[in-house]
């Protein structure tokens, strides 16, 4: 049974250039999250959907962050332009609607680098 | 507004000790209290959770201790060893779907 997929695993990038993070949720799963892992922060939440509709977005830091989820099988995080604060791990993680026990299921990460 | 706050930031332990961190919150609509364990390079990954109909559960060496008067839960890792090396993070769930996690514990288990 294949979990949350997430890509790239590394991402190494220039100041200004856009980035692209993408996140295939567990099939069945209504909701969708994404968190950002910083040593000073922790997890912080960004944004969720429910169904593909973006319910809360507003851990979005700024206007340089937004999260699509064309479909139940797929969603991106996009910065630009990117700045090195950017720089951490991106998480994506999903959970059924129905008969959720309350685990969150992660991805392996994006690491994402600006210099 | 940190809903949960986790203690402490960092812990080491040596091989066969006992690893405690703990968490309080400050939301009494709060019902359901999960631990994480994230290993390096990897997502976090539920290790075992509490309701507050309970003060207690125990899964192998890991131990929930829940308070609900005091609004504090703690973990205990009894025997350590050094797989368990791993950040280690608390969470409290209410009405919603959304947990809210404390910051983190870096634990390492010297052998």
């Known amino acids: 049974d294949a979990g949350v997929i997430q890509s790239p695993r590394h991402e190494v990038t220039e100041m200004g250039q856009e980035v692209t993070l993408r996140c295939k949720p567990i099939s069945g799963h209504d909701y969708l999250f994404w968190y950002r892992q910083t040593m000073m922060r922790g997890l912080e939440l960004l944004i969720y959907f429910n169904n593909n509709v973006p319910i809360d977005d507003s851990g979005m830091p700024e206007d340089r962050f937004s999260a699509k989820m064309p479909n139940a099988s797929f969603s991106t995080l996009k910065i630009q332009p990117s700045e090195p604060r950017d720089s951490a791990v991106y998480f994506c993680a999903s959970i059924p609607g129905e008969a959720n026990t309350g685990e969150l299921f992660f991805g392996e990460g994006s690491r994402l680098t600006v210099l | 507004q940190q809903q949960v706050k986790q203690s402490p930031q960092s812990l080491i332990v040596q091989k066969g000790g006992i690893s405690i961190i703990n968490c309080a919150y400050e939301n009494t609509a709060f019902d359901y209290f999960p631990w994480y364990q994230q290993f390096p390079g990897k997502g976090p990954a539920l290790l075992i959770a509490?309701?507050?109909?309970?003060s207690e559960k125990k899964e192998g060496r890991f131990t929930i201790s829940f308070n609900k008067s005091a609004k504090q839960f703690s973990l205990h890792i009894m025997d350590s060893q050094p797989g368990d090396s791993a950040t280690y993070f608390c969470a409290a769930r209410g009405g919603s779907y959304i947990p809210t996690f404390g910051r983190g514990t870096s634990l390492i288990v010297h052998p």
């Open positions: 509490i309701r507050p109909d309970v």
